[in-house]
């Protein structure tokens, strides 16, 4: 199946589960992943200007300051707390791990 047009249809072939996402959160996902996309960027630029103005030396302890709050950011993220958490347990379960094969349905 191709699927660069609609990518949904490539949610449900590889991930049959995804739409419990909507049944507990509604739209919420969608609102929550594009502004984490905003802000990520926007959190990227900001780093990116802070690290340009230090020294090698004040940059390395900058980076391992910002690797932690992704870290801590990312960890978030993997491991939803409440109702959200067992709900996407099961959704990882019925997914696909055949990333070639999808990778070649987005592409088409």
């Not at 990227?44 to 004040?58: G, N, S, V």
């Amino acid at each position: 199946m191709s699927c660069p047009n609609y990518p949904g249809d490539c949610y449900n072939q590889f991930s049959p589960f995804v739409g419990l996402l909507d049944l507990v959160g509604g739209r919420t996902d969608e609102e929550v992943g594009n502004f984490s996309i905003i802000k990520a960027r926007q959190e990227a630029w900001d780093y990116a200007q802070i690290l340009a103005y230090q020294t090698p030396e004040q940059r390395q302890g900058a980076i391992a300051i910002i690797d932690r709050k992704v870290a801590i950011l990312g960890n978030t993220i993997a491991n939803p707390r409440g109702l959200l958490g067992p709900v996407i347990d099961l959704i990882r379960w019925q997914e696909s791990e055949d990333i070639v094969a999808i990778i070649d349905a987005l592409i088409g």
